[in-house]
């Protein structure tokens, strides 16, 4: 029965893992996409 | 060819003129060496067993030692741009600065070797194999290593960054395989029995000679 | 812009599927191990995650070769972002690879192992590259530096290959062939677990190089901001 | 109209986001004197690395000797000087050997007798077997000055050449850019301060922002001092 342990230990390491790297490009990529916007306005607002 | 001669005399006159450098090198491996002796001094081993590692361990220091003021010398005294002028080919300041590393780095080799021997008395029947051994397992580390010295000393604290990058890639290739290499020898084998180590660190030797050629343009460039 | 979007969330979707018919391959479909019994399951995403650690580091190895020849900064992102991601499914591999040595062989690590071996010598290389990364001066040199790391790394990997196998010679040790009779079903949950941890390589892939490159888009209007 | 020696179109450079030289300009005839003026960090020493071809440019057009420069060629690189205040020698060295190992490097023929008039030119003949980590600044620059024109160089660049030149050392440069442009030899100096080198120059010009802004022939050299101060003004203001 001990066995099984290593079996979910592994298991909830690596989707773990890649869940919250997913998670964290997506965060990221929302953070950019933002950031992005507000300098265009920022650019947009000194051009005129 | 005559530039990689001028490279490689002017690289030996800097560095045996530079005599803390020297010292330095010597001091260093005697401690290395003493430090090796007195940690195993207490646990009764197989002198054999652990007699090559100890060997191939410092001898990887020592290059390290040599490696990482070649080209960061370069900067610090201005002239490496002295030598992007010079009407070369870049791979020529590559074989001119191995060349003399692994002058450096073969002397310092067998001033250790000689601390070894009285450090560990150990009997070798194969004398000759042994040094045919370290002569192309440093070819290798200096080859190599001559590139990663060129890769860190374009970068911040180049001190760190040269063994940060060279254990990687050496330890795990020629380090091991030269350690298997001395451990058979010392176990009383001779050259044939290490001949297909011999064939690997050979082929180590000659494809990282090709890559650092190919490569030291990349790296030196502005 | 909006085609690149829609692109990569068909990738995710079929990512993500696929992802979850190997977990149920690997969990239910395959019958378990007969020696090793259920712990056996690991093996699966432990190759898998290794297959896409190597296959990580030969998109860099070829984004930095088509860097030093093109001198274009998109592969230089490409090749950095190849190895963000090949050190983390490496790590992943290298963890479940010694959760399952632990019950298998009782020890957590087994040098002789060589698969184990190649994964940690390339996870030091994945390690180094970053820390080069950190040091470098300026963008070109670091593009230059991290290509040129790159192709010595990705020669190495046989070297150290070779070498491990001339030193298995000298502590030659009865390797309980881990994989043993591998069965039909369990050979395909293995092919399918790794083709879906590649599709998922691609995805996370394109997410971070379109990442990267809004950073730099970032840094170009700041530019233009500030100056 | 003498031989072009070199030839730059829109010569163009960016570190990072940083531009420094937008679309420079510049011709160099054969014999030419020119001394090129800015503020620090006008974008002087890129232009001049780009120019020796040591340092490529993002963009624009470098002719040298009648051809375009692609990657470094060597024949081109044989035939160009470059004086920088980095003296670019080793203090582990005698004076000599510096001279020897360049001279290598440039596989320059009779090498024994050029450095050795090289030496007594620059007037350190007495000293060329002592190492020069003991040589005081103006003795390495001279030093430098000789291994710039050892190989006998068709374009010789000089970065802020006369900084930490005592005066001894500024006749001995001066003398011998005279006695090689005889001969046919280029010069192209940067500096920024006006005072010095300024009367031995045949054009000059002024680098702002990284154009070239204003350029000057022989004789109206009058008003050029106001000028580059009003171009420094105008800068800071």
Not at chain 2, 7 to 31: A, P, W
Not at chain 2, 139 to 166: D, H, K, T
Not at chain 4, 78 to 83: D, L, N, P, S, V
């Amino acid at each position: 029965m001990s066995d099984l342990i290593y079996l979910y230990a592994a298991y909830t390491i690596i989707w773990a893992g890649v869940f919250l790297y997913i998670l964290k490009l997506h965060l990221a990529q929302n953070k950019l996409k933002n950031e992005i916007k507000m300098l265009r306005e920022i650019l947009d607002g000194k051009k005129t | 060819m005559k530039a990689v001669k001028a490279i490689f005399l002017k690289e030996l006159m800097v560095e045996f003129r530079n005599k803390q450098m020297i010292n330095s090198y010597l001091i260093l491996s005697l401690m290395i060496l003493a430090s090796f002796r007195f940690a195993f001094s207490f646990i009764d081993f197989s002198i054999s067993q652990l007699a090559s590692p100890i060997l191939w361990i410092s001898f990887f220091f020592a290059g390290m030692f040599s490696l990482s003021p070649t080209y960061k010398r370069e900067i610090e005294q201005g002239t490496r741009e002295a030598l992007l002028f010079a009407p070369i080919s870049v791979s020529t300041i590559y074989f001119g600065k191995f060349l003399a590393n692994l002058l450096v780095i073969l002397c310092l080799e067998l001033f250790i070797m000689l601390l070894f021997f009285v450090f560990f008395p150990l009997n070798i029947p194969d004398f000759l194999a042994l040094l045919t051994v370290v002569a192309i397992g440093t070819i290798g580390i200096a080859a190599l290593g001559n590139i990663i010295s060129a890769i860190s000393s374009n970068l911040a604290q180049s001190e760190v960054m040269l063994p940060v990058l060279l254990i990687p890639v050496l330890l795990f290739t020629i380090i091991i395989s030269s350690i298997s290499a001395t451990s058979e020898l010392f176990a009383g084998g001779n050259l044939l029995d290490v001949m297909q180590e011999v064939r690997f660190i050979l082929a180590f030797d000659v494809v990282f000679i090709a890559v650092g050629y190919l490569l030291i343009d990349y790296i030196l460039e502005d | 812009m909006m085609l690149k979007n829609n692109l990569k969330f068909v990738i995710l979707g079929f990512a993500v599927i696929l992802t979850l018919i190997s977990i149920y391959l690997a969990l239910i479909y395959t019958p378990s191990h007969e020696t090793m019994g259920d712990v056996q399951r690991i093996f699966y995403f432990h190759v898998a995650s290794a297959w896409v650690s190597y296959l990580a580091f030969g998109v860099t190895f070829f984004a930095g070769l088509l860097y030093l020849k093109s001198k274009d900064f998109k592969w230089d992102t490409i090749a950095f972002s190849s190895v963000e991601i090949g050190i983390i499914f490496c790590t992943l591999g290298i963890i479940t690879g010694s959760l399952w040595a632990k019950p298998v062989w009782g020890v957590f690590w087994r040098w002789e192992d060589f698969k184990l071996f190649i994964t940690l010598v390339l996870w030091f290389i994945f390690i180094a590259y970053l820390a080069l990364r950190a040091n470098a001066k300026s963008r070109t040199s670091k593009a230059n530096l991290s290509a040129v790391f790159g192709i010595i790394g990705f020669v190495c990997i046989p070297f150290s290959f070779g070498a491990n196998r001339i030193w298995q010679q000298y502590h030659p040790t009865i390797l309980a062939s881990s994989e043993g009779s591998l069965q039909a079903s369990m050979a395909f949950a293995l092919v399918f677990a790794v083709f879906a941890f590649t599709i998922l390589y691609i995805y996370l892939l394109l997410a971070k190089v379109d990442i990267e490159k809004m950073k730099e888009i970032i840094d170009k209007i700041k530019q233009q901001v500030g100056g | 109209m003498s031989e072009r020696i070199l030839v730059a179109k829109n010569i163009e450079k960016s570190f990072g986001c940083l531009q420094v030289l937008n679309g420079v300009n510049l011709t160099l005839n054969k014999g030419d004197r020119y001394i090129l003026f800015g503020s620090n960090g006008a974008g002087k020493t890129t232009l001049v690395k780009i120019l020796s071809t040591i340092l490529s440019a993002d963009s624009g057009e470098l002719t040298l000797f009648g051809k375009k420069i692609q990657r470094r060629s060597n024949e081109t690189k044989a035939r160009i000087g470059f004086m920088s205040h980095e003296p670019y020698l080793y203090s582990e060295l005698s004076a000599w050997e510096n001279l020897d190992f360049y001279a290598n490097l440039y596989s320059v023929k009779d090498k024994k007798e050029k450095i050795g008039s090289l030496l007594k030119e620059v007037g350190l003949y007495h000293r060329a077997h002592d190492r020069i980590g003991s040589f005081s600044r103006g003795m390495k620059q001279r030093l430098s000055l000789a291994r710039a024109i050892l190989h006998s160089p068709d374009i010789i660049f000089l970065d802020e050449p006369y900084t930490g030149l005592d005066l001894r050392a500024q006749d001995i440069l001066n003398d011998i850019i005279v006695r090689l442009n005889k001969v046919g030899k280029t010069f192209f100096f940067i500096t920024h301060d006006i005072g010095k080198g300024f009367d031995i120059a045949n054009r000059s010009s002024i680098l702002s922002k990284g154009r070239i802004v204003y350029e000057v022939e022989g004789a109206e050299k009058k008003n050029f001092p106001e000028k580059y101060r009003d171009i420094l003004k105008e800068e800071i203001g």
